[in-house]
């Protein structure tokens, strides 16, 4: 459950119950795509090479998601494995399929899709819509449909297909 009050600074405000659903980091994701929504980039600070600025991971990730643009961010909180229970990026490829970029064999790897998806968040690719789910933005559809989805196939093995 997120906290209704997102302008809320107090950093002791997260209940334990909230912090098992990961809420301060979907909170902060949320927080970047409101502030892109609210403050755009500058015309200067917008005419920055995105693909320079961003990293395969966040390129991969809207690569996956460039035909529907629909991303949430999950985590399996039953898992006995720590890293299973990782927040990570899961992308609706195609209508009720689903690519979750998570390898409890490699954390490594799992937290540099979230850190992609920061990115994205941060360049107003991403908006937030209500708790963990999000989506692509105008300019976020814009910039995935120029990117060739074959340079991205080694780094989207990455991910597994899931059914939920």
């Known amino acids: 459950m997120l906290l209704r009050n997102l302008n809320n600074t107090d950093a002791s405000a997260a209940s334990w ?3 098992a659903y990961g809420a301060p980091t979907i909170i902060g994701f949320a927080e970047l795509c409101r502030q892109r929504i609210s403050s755009p980039l500058s015309h200067i600070a917008a005419e920055f090479d995105l693909n320079h ?6 390129k991969t ?8 643009g629909t991303i949430d961010i999950r985590a399996n909180r039953d898992s006995f494995n720590s890293a299973e229970r990782f927040l990570a990026v899961c992308v609706e490829y195609e209508l009720e399929k689903r ?6 064999e490699n ?3 799992t937290v540099k899709f979230l850190e992609g998806f920061r990115q994205l968040c941060l360049h107003g690719l ?3 819509h209500l708790q963990r789910d999000f989506s692509l933005s105008a300019s976020g559809f814009v910039f995935a ?3 060739n989805k074959d340079d991205f196939a080694a780094s989207l093995s990455f991910a597994s297909e899931i059914d939920h």
Request: aromatic share 4%; net charge negative; no cysteine.
């Open 61 to 68: 990730i809207l690569a996956a998601a460039a035909d529907r």
């Open 145 to 147: 449909g120029s990117l």
């Open 17 to 19: 119950e909230d912090l």
């Open 99 to 104: 690519l979750l970029f998570l390898q409890k």
């Open 126 to 128: 991403v908006l937030h």
């Open 53 to 58: 600025e961003l990293s395969m991971e966040a």
């Open 107 to 109: 954390p490594e790897q």
